[in-house]
Structures are given as C-alpha cells and as structure tokens.
C-alpha cells in the first residue's frame, strides 16, 4: 500500500519558489518526526528540515531561513515551502519518517533550479 507520496517538483529560476507536498498514511503521520531529504547528483541524500508530531521544526544549515516545513494534521500532509531557491538546491527531494525508515522511500520530486 502507499504509504508516502511526494509531489509539487519542477524546474524553476534562482530566486524563485516551489512548494513540495507529502501525503502521508495517517499511521505514520500520527506518529513519527517527518523529515524531508535530498539528493543531488554525485552527493550522499541528506536531510533538508524536520518537524516533530508537536510542530517543532529543524533546518540544515543550508536552508535556513529560506525554506519552511510544516504539517498539516487534517490533510495527513507535510509541506516544504522552498523560497529564494539556489542551483545548489537542485536535487531529488524524498520525505520520509526521521529517522528514516528504508521501506518508505519512494520516487521522489525532482527539483532543478536554473536560469
């Protein structure tokens, strides 16, 4: 069954925005600190930002202050909103439980920021 589905990925300039949605089986999303990840080419996936089951929320370094993660507990969802986006940021972004568990990764969304 499907347990987590990413969405909301494209190509967009430097500068720009995108918001990423992850729709979540409600027995995971009740339960678990849900985290989004990225990969990009040639690099190790790594964890982009967190938010707990009580809303608190982490971010790498590299993102602060320019992306917001957050849950929706009606809609069983976790939102990445990525403002003033960067090449840098072009990866494939995966949410997934925190820690991660292998059996929900899925496709992903791929992101590329270019001009």
């Known amino acids: 069954q499907v347990q987590l589905v990413e969405s909301g990925g494209g190509l967009v300039q430097p500068g720009g925005s995108l918001r990423l949605s992850c729709a979540a089986s409600?027995?995971?999303?009740?339960?678990?600190?849900m985290g989004w990840y990225r990969q990009a080419p040639g690099k190790q996936r790594e964890l982009v930002a967190e938010?707990?089951?009580?809303?608190?929320?982490n971010y790498a370094d590299s993102v602060k202050g320019r992306f917001t993660i957050s849950r929706d507990y009606g809609k069983d969802t976790v939102y990445l909103q990525m403002n003033s986006l960067k090449p840098e940021d072009t990866a494939v972004y995966y949410c997934?439980?925190?820690?991660?568990?292998?059996?929900?990764w899925g496709q992903g969304t791929q992101i590329t920021v270019s001009s």
């Open positions: 997934n439980t925190r820690p991660p568990a292998l059996k929900y």
């Open positions: 409600r027995s995971i999303f009740s339960i678990y600190t």
């Open positions: 938010v707990t089951v009580g809303g608190t929320t």
